[in-house]
């Protein structure tokens, strides 16, 4: 059972992920917990980062190794980040992989994803990486423990877009 929780009720966290008070708040017994967040709460996020793994290894499996190599470097950092959830050089460092990684692999959808149906799979894609991003962020600004299931959705979203993006690449006979 989760330490936070009653016996008879569902965890629910506040945590504001962009401030610098680095507060953890439990709703159902009003206490303040400081960094890092409880691995009971991060381990969701650590398992979703391990599904950035299912584009490297497709990547590597088709010859595409620099984005199977970019893969496994944001699967590491974002591991390593959310296994012990704290403020400060990993954060950091996670946050420039992630946005590095996202460069590279919008950049690369955006010159790879020909055709109605892979446009079609990938605009929505993208649409709810963006949102489940936002709504991550403006839950964790409100207080609400709920911003653990946006993010942990962003992830799995990012992951089906990187798998989309070396598919396109695959179809379009590129490798490198």
């Not at 506040?14 to 709460?41: G, Q, R, V």
């Not at 403020?87 to 109605?116: E, H, K, M, P």
Request: contains cysteine; neutral net charge; glycine residues 6%.
């Amino acid at each position: 059972m989760n330490r936070f929780a009653k016996e008879d009720s569902p965890t629910i966290m506040k945590f504001d992920a962009l401030s610098t008070s680095n507060k953890l708040k439990d709703e159902d017994n009003d206490n303040t917990f400081e960094w890092p967040i409880p691995l009971s709460l991060s381990i969701w996020l650590v398992v979703s980062s391990c599904f950035f793994l299912i584009p490297g290894i497709y990547a590597f499996s088709t010859r595409c190794y620099f984005y199977g190599v970019v893969s496994t470097i944001t699967t590491i950092n974002s591991v390593n980040h959310w296994r012990k959830a704290e403020s400060g050089f990993r954060q950091n460092v996670d946050r420039v992989v992630a946005t590095i990684s996202f460069v590279i692999y919008l950049v690369t959808g955006l010159c790879f994803l020909r055709g109605l149906l892979l446009f079609a799979l990938a605009l929505p894609g993208v649409i709810l990486i963006i949102l489940c991003f936002h709504l991550s962020h403006k839950m964790a600004e409100a207080g609400s423990g709920r911003w653990i299931y946006f993010h942990f959705s962003f992830h799995v979203f990012v992951a089906l877009e990187q798998l989309l993006v070396v598919y396109a690449m695959v179809q379009s006979g590129v490798s490198f």
